[in-house]
């Protein structure tokens, strides 16, 4: 069922907050035939009664590295994640003015091989747990700077409805073909 770790592509769906990132993480999972893993902070969250501290962040942080290896053995071929533990970093820099020094430290060392960062072109949709609707532009500055300072392999995924997940499927097959990776 699984193909061993080391085989799996590993594509994170990143952007800031209202971009559809959840919903195409489940898309993308159901159109390869593999599992995706949930942005661990948002279940985190829900269960706060006040706004995340420094320790939360750490918590989000070591919580989402936990369930991506929990679900990478399960993966065909391709683990979809939703959003990845770079988020700690962008909000705890928002939020505090600095990272812990625990995510600087594994940023570097757990890629991904593709990051689809998806534009700020939806509507925003209110939700309990979103808080800048109008920071929207500010924080997607800041994801291309955090892909630019990892030296990422991202495609920016722009429009709505089936055109955005067109998109993000012709993204993953055009990496896929360019690797010369069959079968995926």
Request: charged letters at 25%.
């Amino acid at each position: 069922m699984a193909n061993p770790e080391s085989s799996i592509i590993k594509i994170a769906v990143v952007g800031p907050e209202s971009t559809g990132k959840s919903t195409m993480s489940a898309y993308l999972a159901k159109h390869y035939d593999t599992v995706w893993v949930p942005e661990y902070a948002r279940g985190y969250c829900e269960k706060l009664t006040a706004p995340p501290t420094w320790q939360d962040e750490i918590n989000m942080f070591t919580g989402q590295i936990a369930l991506e290896a929990e679900l990478l053995p399960k993966a065909n071929k391709l683990l979809i994640c939703d959003t990845t533990f770079i988020t700690v970093k962008i909000w705890s820099d928002h939020t505090f003015g600095k990272s812990p020094q625990e995510v600087l430290d594994e940023l570097p060392k757990r890629p991904y091989d593709l990051y689809l960062l998806l534009n700020i072109d939806l509507p925003w949709e209110d939700d309990p747990l979103r808080d800048f609707p109008h920071l929207r532009e500010h924080f997607m500055n800041v994801w291309y700077k955090e892909l630019d300072e990892l030296n990422a392999n991202y495609v920016l995924i722009k429009g709505a409805g089936t055109e955005r997940y067109e998109r993000a499927v012709a993204a993953v097959d055009e990496f896929c073909l360019n690797r010369n990776l069959q079968n995926y």
